[in-house]
């Protein structure tokens, strides 16, 4: 009987695996928010879509691609403009900026192509570019590419998006 159950739990795990980002497994089984909840890396990030009342949103059907910035990529913005748009009277400069990050569409890195032009769910494009494998959007790298979630496609990368 104990034989049964490992094998059920190795299969179970064979067929969810996932990415590790932030120390926790990003599987597909979870959604967007879901899975960057359990990213240590992504500690800002979620503090800043819960302070946007975008959880719902991003944890909708979708699907969604996602560049998500660690929190190594928030601290490159002032501290006092961080501070600043995490305020609730901020709340529709930072919806825009983290709208900004979002894209519809499941896209993997592999669709990403140099030169590509993507309209963001907040309305402006952002500008794709591919050097020496690496992708990058708006001069930011994609440090973690195809964490795949049940609504989405999320890419980690290294600096936050702004728009115009």
């Known amino acids: 009987m104990t034989d049964t159950s490992m094998k059920d739990t190795s299969m179970m795990a064979s067929s969810d695996k996932g990415v590790e980002v932030g120390g926790a497994m990003m599987v597909p089984s979870k959604n967007i928010v879901e899975n960057a909840v359990n990213s240590k890396d992504h500690t800002t990030l979620v503090a800043a879509v819960k302070a946007a009342g975008l959880v719902e949103t991003l944890s909708g059907k979708?699907?969604?691609?996602?560049?998500?910035?660690?929190?190594?990529?928030?601290?490159k913005v002032p501290k006092a403009t961080l501070e600043n748009l995490m305020k609730p009277a901020m709340k529709a400069d930072l919806t825009k900026i983290l709208t900004y990050h979002v894209v519809s569409g499941a896209l993997k890195a592999a669709d990403l192509k140099d030169g590509m032009e993507l309209t963001t769910v907040q309305g402006e494009k952002l500008k794709v570019s591919v050097k020496d494998g690496k992708v990058m959007i708006n001069g930011s790298t994609v440090t973690i590419p195809d964490i795949m979630d049940s609504n989405g496609v999320t890419h980690?990368?290294?600096?936050?998006?702004?728009?115009k």
């Open 62 to 75: 979708g699907p969604f691609t996602v560049f998500a910035p660690t929190n190594e990529a928030f601290d």
């Open 156 to 163: 980690v990368i290294d600096q936050v998006l702004m728009p």
